[in-house]
């Protein structure tokens, strides 16, 4: 079953808060994108293999299985590409992130209009790739952060208040200030918080 043609692509959205997941697929659906919602991780992966989506958006902490869990399972079994959006920002939740190959992470609270531009960058960023690029994890000793840019635009729109196309101007203008490569620069952002996050600092 493929998306209309008209469609950006088919997303799962996945939250076990009902309002937000509402919100979510409102949103969502009014920018253009085909939607199929769960509010659990076991209806999510039903919906999955059901609806085979271009894309995951999934809550972190949820009853049962958590979207992590849901998240291994779309990459090992389905191939599915995915994006998370939660509360919580600490480094394990984030080294798990990581750790997992997102796509890109947002953190809340952010609203609909802050949500749309960075799920069109990744959507995006899928259908361009290469195929088989979201289809394999990424092997344990490679390093995790497949998406220095992605996950630092994260960092900014929520540090900043920004949309995603402001974070990823804003990063851009950096780069260039610095005189390195928007993924280098991205990538040593993302170091820099983590290390600020370690205890007994």
């Known amino acids: 079953m493929n998306p209309s043609p008209d469609s950006k692509g088919r997303i799962l959205v996945v939250d076990d ?20 919602d769960a509010d659990n991780g076991d209806d999510a992966i039903l919906q999955a293999r059901q609806h085979k989506p271009d894309l995951a958006l999934l809550d972190i902490r949820m009853d049962g299985m958590s979207g992590f869990d849901v998240a291994a399972y779309l990459r090992e079994h389905l191939h599915l590409p995915f994006m998370f959006l939660s509360a919580f920002s600490d480094e394990a939740t984030v080294a798990q992130i990581k750790a997992l190959g997102a796509k890109a992470y947002l953190v809340k609270p952010l609203d609909i209009a802050q949500i749309v531009p960075a799920v069109e960058a990744v959507m ?75 205890p007994g600092l």
């Open 17 to 36: 808060d009902r309002l937000v997941l509402a919100t979510l697929v409102h949103g969502l659906s009014q920018a253009g994108f085909e939607v199929v």
């Open 124 to 198: 995006a960023q899928v259908r361009s790739g290469p195929a088989a690029q979201p289809a394999r994890p990424a092997p344990a000793e490679a390093d995790p952060l497949a998406q220095p840019v992605a996950i630092a635009v994260g960092i900014v729109m929520h540090r900043y208040s920004l949309t995603a196309s402001a974070a990823l101007a804003r990063l851009q203008q950096l780069a260039e200030r610095d005189g390195r490569p928007l993924d280098v620069s991205c990538r040593a952002m993302v170091q820099a918080v983590e290390q600020l996050a370690l």
